[in-house]
């Protein structure tokens, strides 16, 4: 049986026609950009189309891309330079729900003598933004906050934000990585000066990156050597990479109707359709503000891994939040941050869609999921309520 | 994903009996939805005092739910003279090993078994009291003492797979470390420099005196220490000793015992006339 893979916001596959358009520069097109001759030659206007195609999908210029080699080196990048060009301020701003290549990054940094500021959500996963204001002082270097969350898909007010941060004239960064590609974005009506975004979140291949770094905004590299990028980061360029995230930002401009729609319609019949059929769960994150892709849902009573494993059996594969997936103890600090409850919280499972889904799958998952969940309830010493309680879906 | 033996796969799957035993005689219940796994385990003796039936219910992952149906799995038939000797190990063997992060699947199983068994025969399982050291998951110093002594666990991270405690804010981390440092300490003790002839007399004479002479006085009797030749101690009975039949036993049992215990475990206890 061919898997239905629902775990998009973990990575995608690689678009026919982004692979097509890699193809080439591994094979026939292989020069180094920096090289004086023909064959050298031949690559670099390529790179520059493709900086144009990711600088067109988020409303920048070209010359505002740098090319990284990831989601996490954007991000680092970004805040290692923001603190890099203020070195007299000590003092660093995020919410309480990034991903890790921004809360691990931010925790070494915090040994380092920099002071953390997380700021909270609430139950349906929104940002204190009063919190926030409050916590700008003069000795804030940067202010870093996601656009979308990975796991619930909540969209957080980003030009709002950012308005309020440059209102004091401190640095913002978002990490857009979930959000790029999936809901229109455009930083040109924005005051956001640096924005990281990854390849294979969009059906670009993994190993490429990028970062938008407003014109204007105060730079450090992160990575130190040759001349690339134009002094901005050192290293030879990943040719068919950078040639993959071009291309795979054209299609998700193509695509971001059909996410919008067709990809919505597909999660919010998943959605409906669980809730409906299992008593006791419960969509985590804003029902509305959220990516079109993404359902995080928590069954009570039973565990994540246990129901990701049997829906495995059928080779669904989706993911979950829960701790014993994740490495560490504990549900997911999204989940806990937003104050579900642990009866909830170790039972949430994410399905992220991607234009690739069909309605066949996801009725599939529709068929399977229910009776999974009942089973473990069955065989949990909490779980004989949870099957015969009312149906929570309002 | 982590990775499970297929005997692990084939439990969670299709996990062995699962419920609860009708009217059980034994009930163990470990574990809170808080902590992400708990586990109720139920079963029932036979006429000879076997366990004829167990039951679990649990909320868990996956290895939990197959660590508790090997668990139901091996207590059957058993004595609960048998069955409390089952071990986490065992339970973890019986599944062809559980990857070392879901070890602490495999400690549950134990104490429900420990609960359970301590139901049925009216008592309370000894509860390590103790003061909560990881109060993400309640974790107290006594229980991550004897995991660490059972399992000879050397780090934190170890001790977390067994008992989940560290495995939240990781506060707790420099505690269970002195924990670890404590526990090992009292495992390998120092080794004891060997003692001076003069330190071994006076140390034999000190636990005759205090260890082994009021005893048989008590039986009107005494002993008298004649010489120490290497590893060799030379006594000679008194009183109603001299005349005792059992003398030799008391010999070993009492004299060389408690002289091995205080001063050497080396030591030879001879009974000489002088
Ligand atoms: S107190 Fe132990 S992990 Fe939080």
């Known amino acids: 049986m061919k898997p239905i893979y629902v775990d998009n916001n973990a990575t995608t596959q690689v678009a026919p026609e982004v692979m097509a358009a890699m193809l080439p520069y591994f094979r026939e097109y292989y020069g180094n950009p920096s090289s004086m001759h023909t064959f050298g030659g031949q690559v670099g206007p390529k790179v520059r189309k493709a900086r144009e195609q990711v600088a067109e999908l988020i409303g920048a210029n070209a010359d505002e891309i740098l090319f990284t080699s990831c989601g996490s080196e954007s991000?680092?990048?970004?805040?290692?330079?923001?603190?890099?060009?203020?070195?007299?301020?000590?003092?660093?701003?995020?919410?309480?729900?990034?991903?890790?290549?921004?809360?691990?990054?931010?925790?070494?940094?915090?040994?380092?003598?920099?002071?953390v500021t997380e700021i909270?959500?609430?139950?349906?996963?929104?940002?204190?933004?009063?919190?926030?204001?409050?916590?700008?002082?003069?000795?804030?270097?940067?202010?870093?906050?996601?656009?979308?969350?990975?796991?619930?898909?909540?969209?957080?007010?980003?030009?709002?934000?950012?308005?309020?941060?440059?209102?004091?004239?401190?640095?913002?960064?978002?990490?857009?990585?979930?959000?790029?590609?999936?809901?229109?974005?455009?930083?040109?009506?924005t005051t956001i000066d640096m924005l990281s975004l990854s390849g294979h979140k969009l059906h670009a291949p993994k190993g490429v990156g990028g970062l938008f770094i407003r014109k204007g905004t105060k730079f450090s590299p992160f990575l130190i050597g040759g001349h690339q990028e134009r002094g901005r980061r050192a290293g030879t360029e990943n040719v068919p990479g950078i040639i993959g995230l071009g291309a795979g930002c054209q299609l998700a401009k193509k695509n971001m109707d059909q996410e919008n729609s067709r990809v919505r319609k597909l999660r919010d019949h998943l959605e409906k359709e669980l809730l409906y059929r299992i008593p006791n769960s419960l969509v985590n994150g804003d029902p509305l503000q959220r990516l079109p892709n993404t359902s995080n849902i928590s069954f009570e009573f039973v565990e994540g891994e246990s129901i990701l494993l049997?829906?495995?059996?059928?080779?669904?594969?989706?993911?979950?939040?829960?701790?014993?997936?994740?490495?560490?103890?504990?549900?997911?600090?999204?989940?806990?941050?937003?104050?579900?409850?642990?009866?909830?919280?170790?039972?949430?499972?994410?399905?992220?869609?991607?234009?690739?889904?069909?309605?066949?799958?996801?009725?599939?998952?529709?068929d399977k999921l229910p009776p999974i969940i009942e089973r473990l309830r069955l065989m949990s010493p909490f779980g004989s309520q949870g099957n015969k309680a009312a149906c929570t879906l309002q | 994903m982590w990775e499970y033996t297929d005997k692990v796969k084939e439990h969670f799957l299709n996990p062995k009996n699962i419920g609860e035993v009708e009217n059980p005689d034994g009930v163990g219940d470990v574990g809170s939805i808080a902590c992400g796994d708990a586990l109720h385990l139920t079963f029932k003796l036979d006429e000879q005092g076997r366990i004829a039936d167990a039951k679990f219910k649990t909320f868990g992952c996956a290895s939990a739910i197959a660590s508790a149906s090997a668990l139901t799995e091996l207590i059957k038939g058993k004595t609960l003279e048998e069955a409390e000797k089952i071990t986490n190990q065992e339970i973890a063997n019986y599944l062809g090993g559980l990857p070392k992060e879901k070890m602490h699947c495999s400690v549950m199983g134990q104490e429900a078994l420990e609960q359970a068994i301590a139901s049925c025969r009216g008592t309370e399982v000894q509860k390590a009291e103790g003061e909560v050291i990881c109060e993400c998951f309640g974790v107290t110093d006594k229980e991550i003492e004897r995991a660490v002594r059972e399992n000879n666990l050397k780090t934190v991270e170890d001790v977390t797979n067994y008992t989940k405690a560290g495995g939240g804010c990781e506060r707790c981390h420099d505690d269970i470390r002195k924990l670890i440092a404590k526990v090992q300490g009292e495992t390998a003790p120092e080794e004891k420099k060997p003692l001076t002839n003069i330190q071994k007399i006076k140390l034999i004479e000190e636990t005759i005196e205090r260890?082994?002479?009021?005893?048989?006085?008590?039986?009107?009797?005494?002993?008298?220490?004649?010489?120490?030749?290497?590893?060799?101690?030379?006594?000679?009975?008194?009183?109603?000793?001299?005349?005792?039949?059992?003398?030799?036993?008391?010999?070993?049992?009492?004299?060389?015992?408690?002289?091995?215990?205080?001063?050497?475990?080396?030591?030879?206890?001879?009974?000489?006339?002088?």
């Open chain 1, 120 to 189: 909270p959500v609430d139950s349906q996963g929104h940002l204190n933004l009063e919190k926030l204001q409050e916590s700008l002082t003069p000795d804030t270097a940067i202010v870093s906050i996601m656009w979308a969350n990975n796991e619930t898909g909540v969209i957080f007010p980003l030009e709002k934000i950012a308005e309020m941060v440059h209102r004091h004239g401190i640095t913002f960064h978002t990490d857009a990585v979930q959000a790029v590609g999936k809901i229109p974005i455009n930083l040109r009506n």
């Open chain 2, 211 to 274: 260890e082994i002479r009021p005893s048989l006085r008590q039986d009107g009797g005494d002993i008298e220490l004649v010489d120490i030749i290497g590893n060799r101690v030379q006594v000679a009975t008194r009183g109603a000793c001299a005349a005792c039949p059992s003398a030799p036993i008391t010999m070993k049992n009492l004299v060389e015992a408690k002289l091995r215990e205080f001063v050497s475990p080396d030591l030879v206890v001879e009974e000489v006339s002088s």
């Open chain 1, 310 to 366: 049997m829906l495995n059996e059928f080779n669904i594969c989706a993911s979950s939040g829960s701790a014993c997936t994740s490495g560490s103890l504990e549900p997911s600090h999204v989940i806990r941050a937003m104050g579900v409850p642990f009866t909830m919280a170790h039972g949430s499972i994410r399905f992220s869609l991607s234009i690739y889904n069909t309605r066949e799958e996801v009725d599939f998952i529709i």
């Open chain 1, 75 to 115: 991000d680092n990048t970004a805040i290692r330079s923001a603190l890099a060009s203020n070195p007299e301020k000590r003092h660093i701003i995020i919410s309480r729900v990034e991903h890790p290549a921004i809360r691990s990054l931010t925790a070494s940094l915090e040994n380092q003598g920099y002071r």
